[in-house]
Nanobody, 126 residues
Framework: QVQLVESGGGLVQAGGSLSLSCAAS??????????MGWFRQGPGKEREFVAV????????YYAASVKGRFTISRDNAKNTVYLQMNSLKPEDTAVYYC?????????????????WGQGTQVTVSS
């Protein structure tokens, strides 16, 4: 069983930065067993992929819209995954969710993830 809690959202001006955290409480497996992803859902939009870090932590994958601006990282000792967001744009405004799945395969579809946090709001003003 996995429980995920996001934090770090808020209001920021365009061009600014925010750092999101997602702390995991896990039973039965270690945090390193999980691929961790970040997704977001803007107003009136479907939930979309942002970034993913597989179990290995070696490779990372990003949506084209955030590549070069966002960085995903994880600290297995702290059971935490992070999303550093730089050069934020108004179109980045959304509720950001972290998600976990047990698999060696990288997936970018929300339905492929088993566990979700409650989300944290990020608002970027122009």
């Amino acid at each position: 069983q996995v429980q995920l809690v996001e934090s770090g959202g808020g209001l920021v001006q365009a061009g600014g930065s925010l750092s999101l955290s997602c702390a995991a409480s896990i039973s039965g497996r270690t945090f390193s067993s999980y691929a961790m992803g970040w997704f977001r859902q803007g107003p009136g939009k479907e939930r979309e992929f942002v970034a993913v870090m597989p179990q290995s932590g070696i490779n990372t994958y990003y949506a084209a819209s955030v590549k070069g601006r966002f960085t995903i990282s994880r600290d297995n000792a702290k059971n935490t995954v992070y999303l550093q967001m730089n050069s934020l744009k108004p179109e980045d405004t959304a509720v950001y969710y972290c998600a976990a799945r047990v698999s060696l395969l990288v997936r970018t579809t929300p339905s492929d993830y088993n566990y979700w946090g409650q989300g944290t709001q990020v608002t970027v003003s122009s």
